[in-house]
């Protein structure tokens, strides 16, 4: 990758890092070489970005030719807003009280460089800032009204305003930075897109165990994908990929859900997509749509303050209450006497105007059918927890789970029924990556809720199709990407 710092002129940028070159403003502009110039990356540290400018056309070029610069010309667009800024860093209230609260003056500038500031301190409100506002180079100007500090601007710095005592500072976090990106120099020779696999290595629950992730970059890569695997702290690098893969657990209150939006509006290929995440996670939406589309299930009641006595005429006890965005098996519960019931419900509807109520239906095990693409993918046995009415029992005491086994089988294998529901269902919300679990009573099927991101593990839902399942997901991005680009380029 050649990584190009653009300058209105080489003599504002005096500092030498390794790896880069420094390329005047008017020439990568006017220079038919960096027009075909594939493999780049541009950091446009031009002098001014207005309308126009020669700082906001590198920018704007570098787009058209695929540098992805940054930063790119919509966040140029963003930085001349107060409002806007305002807006997009409304959600680090918090942060910013607690970094500032020490200050004494009223007013505080802070330099970001790179995502970073000369004082340690101040590093992580400089990250989610050069994570928020996407340039190089920031100041963020701060003042102190009242006991609360507010944000009253955020300007990018040229490449000539960097003061002399933090120059070397700079040089270290570029450097940093730089050699970050270049850790994920694919293994593949100029692989045709590039792909993030956002993941969280802390979470005792992931979708995807270690081995299934190395599985996903393997078939990636054989079919012509660069395969990055990012976290939670890399949001700042999404406009470096084609695609993003979620495989981490989805909440909207989460920063899975700010990966996807952004994603998607930056023009990514985007499984788990934002919509999907929304809808998906909430029961709520998932219970009125399966109703009003006629789609079995469980007696279900859409549980508010005002109709908390219809639930055991409605449901009988033992029934099952959702919290609406529970997952793995947490914020359900199990109720079995009437005090029990309303010690419950009155618990849940202080976290959610409304909550979900269900009769209770004892299986052996869930069937999952995992869709990807409108088409079923893989069909697994969730079998219950030994001795545990779910698939996962959580030892809240030791803060420790057991699951119950899982049984891969066949799409062929599963009755018909269960793989034509979960299609119905898994439709009614899009064409990306859902497992639809369903309870079999007899002959008789029931949708219990549909996943956004389903689990993917080695050992566990491959065991049929083994790496192909790998490679059946990598390709659906390939396509889609493909797809894009060719829309893209009409």
């Excluded at 500090?149 to 955020?154: E, G, K, L, P, Q």
């Excluded at 359900?332 to 029990?340: G, H, R, Y």
């Excluded at 064409?431 to 029931?446: E, L, S």
Aim: hydrophobic share 40%.
């Amino acid at each position: 990758m050649n990584i190009l710092i653009v300058v209105n002129n080489p003599r504002d940028w005096s500092l030498e890092i390794p790896g880069v070159t420094v390329v005047p403003a008017r020439t990568y502009l006017t220079d038919p070489a960096y027009g075909e110039e594939r493999n780049a990356r541009v950091f446009n540290l031009c002098k001014s970005y207005r309308y126009q400018s020669l700082g906001y056309y590198v920018s704007l070029l570098a787009e058209a030719r695929g540098h992805k610069p940054m930063p790119r010309a919509n966040t140029l667009e963003d930085l001349q807003s107060l409002n806007l800024v305002r807006l997009l860093t409304g959600g680090l209230d918090e942060l910013i009280q607690h970094s500032l609260a020490p200050i004494k003056s009223n007013t505080f500038e802070l330099s970001i460089y790179f995502g970073r500031n000369v004082a340690q301190r101040y590093d992580r409100l400089s990250l989610e800032l050069f994570n928020l506002l996407q340039a190089p180079l920031l100041r963020a100007y701060f003042e102190r009204r009242g006991e609360q500090w507010h944000i009253r601007n955020v300007r990018p710095i040229a490449a000539n305003d960097i003061p002399p005592q933090h120059q070397e500072f700079v040089v270290r976090a570029a450097t940093d930075y730089f050699r970050g990106r270049r850790r994920r120099v694919p293994k593949r020779a100029m692989p045709r897109y590039a792909l993030a696999i956002l993941h969280d290595p802390n979470n005792p629950e992931p979708p995807s165990n270690a081995r299934a992730l190395r599985k996903f970059e393997k078939a990636g890569e054989a079919l012509g994908l660069g395969v990055d695997f990012i976290t939670p702290a890399d949001f700042n690098r999404l406009t470096e990929y084609d695609a993003l893969f979620i495989r981490d657990t989805t909440f909207v209150h989460h920063y899975t859900y700010r990966f996807s939006r952004r994603a998607a509006a930056e023009g990514l290929v985007v499984i788990d997509d934002p919509d999907s995440i929304l809808k998906c996670n909430n029961k709520v939406y998932t219970a009125e749509l399966l109703t009003r589309h006629n789609i079995p299930m469980p007696k279900t009641l859409i549980v508010h303050r005002d109709n908390v006595h219809q639930i055991i005429p409605d449901l009988a006890l033992p029934c099952v209450l959702k919290q609406p965005d529970s997952s793995f098996s947490l914020g359900v519960a199990k109720v079995e006497s009437e005090e029990e019931l309303h010690d419950k419900v009155g618990a849940l509807l202080e976290k959610s105007e409304l909550i979900i109520g269900q009769e209770y239906l004892p299986t052996e095990f869930d069937w999952r059918v995992g869709i990807l693409d409108r088409r079923p993918l893989f069909v697994a046995k969730y079998f219950m927890a030994p001795g545990h009415w779910q698939i996962i029992r959580h030892e809240e005491q030791r803060g420790s789970y057991v699951e119950g086994p899982t049984v891969a089988v066949s799409v062929g294998e599963a009755p018909e029924e269960v793989v034509k529901i979960a299609l119905q269902t898994a439709n009614l919300f899009g064409d990306g990556f859902y497992g639809v679990d369903i309870k079999q009573v007899g002959n008789r099927f029931y949708v219990i809720e549909v996943n956004d991101n389903p689990n993917v593990d080695a050992g566990n839902e491959d065991g049929v199709l083994k790496d192909a399942l790998y490679r059946e997901v990598m390709g659906v991005f390939v396509r889609r990407i493909d797809e894009r680009k060719r829309s893209t380029a009409r």
